[in-house]
């Protein structure tokens, strides 16, 4: 059992900067499949950015591509999110996942909810215009 946990979420203006967080208790990171993604008000959860378990392909939504960036920390138990130019479209919670590598090839990113069995509680980030 994984047991993620976001942080880093808060209210900001349009134009500002935020670094999410997504840690896991007690087990590292570094071999999992991991992705973020934001669920606004009345709408469905939709993906914003993955990262392979190998690390070394990362993929983004065509609305955040270019602002956003997923990495992995030295730390091997964390993922970040750092979104930079934020827009009030960009106001949702916002909740990591995480799939265990057995099922996906090494430069995988898997965009869909179901193909993630672990799941965050989720962080609230709004963005004022």
């Known amino acids: 059992q994984v047991q993620l946990v976001e942080s880093g979420g808060g209210l900001v203006q349009a134009g500002g900067s935020l670094r999410l967080s997504c840690a896991a208790s007690?087990?590292?990171?570094?071999?999992?499949?991991m992705g973020w993604f934001r669920q606004a008000p009345g709408k469905e959860r939709e993906f914003v950015a993955g990262?392979?378990?190998?690390?070394?392909?990362?993929n983004y939504a065509d609305s955040v591509e270019g602002r956003f960036t997923i990495s992995r920390g030295n730390a091997e138990n964390t993922v970040y999110l750092q979104m930079n130019s934020l827009k009030p479209e960009d106001t949702a919670v916002y909740y990591c996942?995480?799939?265990?590598?057995?099922?996906?090839?090494?430069?995988?990113?898997?965009?869909?909810?179901?193909?993630?069995?672990?799941w965050g509680q989720g962080t609230q980030v709004t963005v004022s215009s």
């Open positions: 990262i392979s378990w190998s690390g070394g392909n990362t």
């Open positions: 007690g087990r590292t990171l570094s071999s999992y499949v």
């Open positions: 996942a995480a799939n265990t590598p057995a099922a996906f090839k090494s430069w995988a990113t898997p965009t869909r909810t179901n193909e993630y069995d672990y």
